[in-house]
Every structure is written in structure tokens, then in C-alpha cells.
């Protein structure tokens, strides 16, 4: 067993809440230049350039890209051969939380009771942990800060198999026109097809992590990512949803075997500030 | 695209009536910030007859819930939340005078109608370059429910701040436009 200090795990998460909200993954950068060339209208234009020169800005005074620094979405990797000792994974991942967010002037967007009192928390925890047992002696610790705009714009389905392929298609458009101007696009689309109701919408997040430009080994479903892409680029929302070409700058679907009464399908709507870092330990 | 509007907050409603769909303005002046929780607040405060905490008249509201400062800084990165979950409320402070909203996506009916109604504007500033925006922002200052922290009050003085009209005082609406636009068949 390799042992890891939960202190060194805190210390991680704080430098990545500081960095993944200073500065934009570079396929992101790379895909809202080439929406830039692409793009026809001329307000889209505008708006692209505001992106881009907010990307630059964001990195060179480490400020946060987007005010919604929002909720702290971890996907961890834990080598079945880690032993964290001096602590516990999930408190170690929440110190590093709430450090991250106050030393780096990052906003607290978390309330700690979601119906009744919504009183904010003050230091942005808790965080949402997905754990997944892995072979090695290693942690990989990915996090992606989820802002609630595009989120609240995400939608599940228990699609009936007889829907199909098609049924499918229409729950993905649909979804981006419903969000329209909301969700912040140009977004990068998550698609999680199969499982069940709680897996859907787990992969669709995952698919979010994908660098843009790389498909879904299946070429069936590379195939689709490129078809619903084309298609949500014709809808015409465009950058911020006032009109134009460049609407959503990637579509990502990840697959699991389901069941035979089902086809659970979710949706999860990605804003142009893609944020997401990584890091191993 | 249009040319340049300049305007200085608060607004009249000669400034309003002038403004189309599409506009490109460049705002200065003082503006105000609210979002979810100091609107309800704000709406429980009218209709038990009090006083709000700013004089409403032609003021212009930001929905914006800022980033913390770095020290020696004036806000940090501040750009427009979702509009439309200010809907329920947006209606009672154009009836108390707002001329004014600066927020991202798309209003409601009702919303829209209390528009044109109240003569106010619904402004769009880009969401998500909320480092950009807050260059434009000259000062800023709690006024009221600083409990609420990202979401308390807070009166900010802004210089060329950038936007877009998307709902005038006739009725018009940019993100339908726009799309209707650039929609090919799907």
C-alpha cells in the first residue's frame, strides 16, 4: 500500500480551485477561436471576442473567468492500492474547498439547505464527490467548478426503447433550444445515453470532461456527436443566444448497457467558461 | 451591427423611449446590484409599504452576484446572472420606477409586457466575461443586506459599461430576432 497524507490531498484541491477558475483549458481556447473564424453574425463576433479577451484577462490579474465560480465538482480516481492516512478523503477534498475559494477570492455559491432556510455556507462547501476504485497505487483528482446557470438548463429523460435513435436527437435539440440565451452559449453539450436514472446524468458529466475534438471511440456514436453538433449549429442561437452559427462548440456522449424496458438519456449543458483541471497525486 | 448609444445612469424616460432592439450602449453612472435574495427582499419591503434602500427612479439594476475583491481592487469578476429568475419580482420595481435591467437570456411575457407598460429596458451584457466586465467597474459599495454577501446590495459606479438592448419599450426581442435570423431548417 503507497500511503498519501490527506493534508497533501488539501493542498492539491486548493491550488486546483484557484487554477481551474484563473484559466480556461487550451482546447477551449483553441475551439472558441475557431468560433470566432466561423461565426457570421456580427454580434456573435463581438461576443466572442468579449470571451476571449476575458480569458486573457482573467489569467493575467488571477481572477475568476466567470462570477459563478460555482459548485465544486470533483471525479476522483483512488487507486485501490492508496492508503490515505492523517484524515479522510472527503473532509481533506472540503478543506482544500474552502481554502481555495477563500484565499483565491473565488465567490461561495452554495447554500446549505436547498428548500428551507438557503442560508449560504460561507466557504462553498460541501463539494459534490463522484469516487470511482481504480487500479494503482495512485489519486487522480479532477475538478470541474459548475456554474448554475447552464446546469439549471440540463434535463433528464426515461426515453421508451421504441424512441430510439431519433427520440434521442429530438431530446438533445430540444434541450439546447430550451436553454437558448441561458445556458451561456456557445456551450459544449454532455450527452449520457443508457444506465439507468442516476447513471444518465452521471455521464453526461463526465462526457463534459472530454478534451473538444476528440469522439467517442464507437464510430456510432462518434457518428451521432457529429450529426447533433451540426444540427444544434443550424438552430441559429449563436454566441449568447443572439443569433448567430456557433451555438455549441462540442457534442460529447458517453454509453452504458441498460435495461431492456429503457433508454434513459440527460443532458448536460456545458457554458462557454468550460472550466476543468486535473491533477495526480 | 448598430452604432454606439452612450447613456448616463439613472435614466429618464426620454433616454428609454429612444432605445431599439439591438442597440449597442455603453452605460455610465450609478447602477445598482440585486439578485435572487435582495429581490424577494426588495418585493417584501414594497408591498409592506416601505421604503426600498435606494430611491428607485430611473435606476437601473444589475443582476449580478460578484466575486469577492482582491485587495486593492474595486469587485471582483462581476458578470450577468439568468435573468428570468428575477421575473417574479422584476414587475413591482418597474412599477416603483426602474427604467432598467442588465442581466443575460430571455424575460417572460409578463415581464415584457410590464415593459412596455413602465417604459424600461431589458439590457444584455455578455454572460461569463465577468473578469472584462469588472474592468468597467469604476467603484462599488454594500448599501444594504450585507448579510446576504455576494448577494447584498451594492451601488456601483460604472464607465462604458458594454450592452445590448434586448427588450425595448415596443415590444421587440432581440434573442428572437437574432435566432429567427440565423435559423436553418433542422
Not at chain 1, 197 to 220: S, T, Y
Not at chain 2, 59 to 68: F, L, M, R, S
Not at chain 2, 159 to 170: A, R, S, Y
Request: proline fraction near 5%; charged fraction near 25%.
Amino acid at each position: 500500500m503507497r500511503e498519501v497524507k490527506a493534508g497533501g490531498i488539501a493542498r492539491a484541491v486548493k491550488k486546483l480551485c484557484m487554477d481551474a477558475n484563473y484559466y480556461l483549458p487550451s482546447d477551449v481556447i483553441d475551439a472558441l477561436k475557431e468560433g470566432y473564424r466561423k461565426e457570421e453574425s456580427p454580434v456573435g463576433k463581438d461576443v466572442l471576442l468579449q470571451i476571449l479577451k476575458n480569458v486573457k484577462i482573467a489569467a493575467q490579474q488571477k481572477i475568476p473567468l466567470c462570477q459563478d465560480t460555482g459548485l465544486a465538482v470533483f471525479f476522483i480516481d483512488l487507486g485501490q492500492e492508496v492508503r490515505i492516512i492523517g484524515g479522510n478523503l472527503e473532509d481533506a477534498i472540503d478543506k482544500g474547498v474552502k481554502e481555495g475559494y477563500l484565499k483565491g477570492y473565488l465567490r461561495k455559491s452554495v447554500v446549505s439547505d436547498p428548500l428551507f432556510k438557503r442560508t449560504n455556507s460561507k466557504d462553498n462547501t460541501p463539494s459534490v464527490i463522484h469516487i470511482r476504485i481504480v487500479p494503482g497505487n495512485k489519486i487522480k483528482i479532477i475538478l470541474a467548478p459548475k456554474g448554475g446557470g447552464a446546469e439549471n438548463m440540463s434535463r433528464v429523460a426515461m426515453l421508451k426503447p421504441a424512441d430510439g435513435v431519433e427520440g434521442v436527437k429530438d431530446f438533445v435539440i430540444e434541450t439546447v433550444k430550451r436553454a437558448g440565451a441561458n445556458s451561456c452559449p456557445p456551450v459544449i453539450v454532455g450527452v449520457g445515453i443508457g444506465g439507468n436514472f442516476e447513471k444518465a446524468p452521471c455521464l453526461a458529466k463526465r462526457a463534459l470532461l472530454r478534451k473538444i475534438g476528440e469522439h467517442n471511440p464507437d464510430e456510432r456514436y462518434a457518428r451521432l456527436e457529429d450529426e447533433l453538433l451540426a444540427r444544434i449549429n443550424n438552430v441559429g442561437i449563436g454566441p449568447q443566444g443572439l443569433g448567430g452559427r456557433v451555438t455549441a462548440l462540442a457534442v460529447n456522449i458517453e454509453w452504458f448497457p441498460c435495461h431492456i424496458a429503457s433508454l434513459p438519456i440527460a443532458v448536460n449543458i456545458q457554458c462557454h467558461s468550460a472550466r476543468h483541471k486535473e491533477i495526480e497525486i | 451591427m448598430k452604432s454606439e448609444t452612450k447613456l448616463l445612469a439613472p435614466l429618464s424616460s426620454k433616454d428609454i423611449e429612444k432605445l431599439e432592439v439591438g442597440d449597442k450602449v455603453s452605460l455610465s453612472g450609478i447602477i445598482y446590484t440585486a439578485r435572487d435574495a435582495a429581490h424577494k427582499r426588495l418585493v417584501e419591503t414594497l408591498k409592506r409599504g416601505k421604503k426600498l434602500p435606494f430611491n428607485p427612479e430611473g435606476q437601473v439594476i444589475y443582476y449580478v452576484g460578484p466575486a469577492p475583491a482582491r485587495p486593492g481592487r474595486v469587485i471582483g469578476s462581476a458578470g450577468p446572472t439568468t435573468s428570468s429568475r428575477m421575473d417574479p419580482y422584476a414587475i413591482y420595481l418597474m412599477e416603483a420606477g426602474v427604467k432598467g435591467m442588465i442581466g443575460k437570456g430571455s424575460r417572460g411575457q409578463k415581464v415584457k409586457e410590464a415593459m412596455r407598460k413602465y417604459k424600461a429596458v431589458y439590457f444584455a451584457a455578455v454572460g461569463g466575461v465577468a473578469a472584462l466586465l469588472s474592468q468597467y467597474i469604476k467603484k462599488a459599495e454594500v448599501i444594504a443586506y450585507e448579510d446576504l454577501g455576494a448577494e447584498a446590495i451594492r451601488r456601483l459606479e460604472v464607465e462604458d459599461f458594454p450592452l445590448l438592448v434586448v427588450n425595448d419599450t415596443k415590444g421587440g426581442d432581440l434573442y428572437q430576432e437574432g435566432t429567427r435570423q440565423y435559423s436553418m431548417s433542422v
